[in-house]
Nanobody, 115 residues
Framework: QVHLVESGGGLVQPGGSLRLSCVASGSISGIEIMQWYRQVPGKEGELVATFTTGGGTYYANSVKDRFAITRDTARSTIYLQMNNLQPDDTAKYLC?????????WGQGTQVTVSS
């Protein structure tokens, strides 16, 4: 079992920045991939960024060059640095961890980009 807790969301003006955190606890030694998704009510969820245990990263085209996913292994935490935020980035951001065939999810943190 893996427990994930996200934080760092909030209200920011267009062009601003936020850093999201996702702390993992429990059976974390089996985690292979950690990801950030975002959801907007009424729309399909979007995979934003992926961090593999080998250090590989993936970004959605919509956030490439603006967002960066990093990991602090010692703190069992992944971060999502979000720069130049735009209104279209408004969503609930959720952290996800894959262990074998199991996916674990956090509760999410809301990001609102508005002037």
């Amino acid at each position: 079992q893996v427990h994930l807790v996200e934080s760092g969301g909030g209200l920011v003006q267009p062009g601003g920045s936020l850093r999201l955190s996702c702390v993992a606890s429990g059976s974390i030694s089996g985690i292979e991939i950690m990801q950030w998704y975002r959801q907007v009510p009424g729309k399909e969820g979007e995979l934003v960024a992926t961090f593999t245990t080998g250090g590989g990263t993936y970004y959605a085209n919509s956030v490439k060059d603006r967002f960066a996913i990093t990991r602090d292994t010692a703190r069992s935490t992944i971060y999502l640095q979000m720069n130049n935020l735009q209104p279209d980035d408004t969503a609930k951001y959720l952290c996800n961890a894959r262990v074998g065939s199991m996916y674990y999810w956090g509760q999410g943190t809301q990001v609102t980009v508005s002037s």
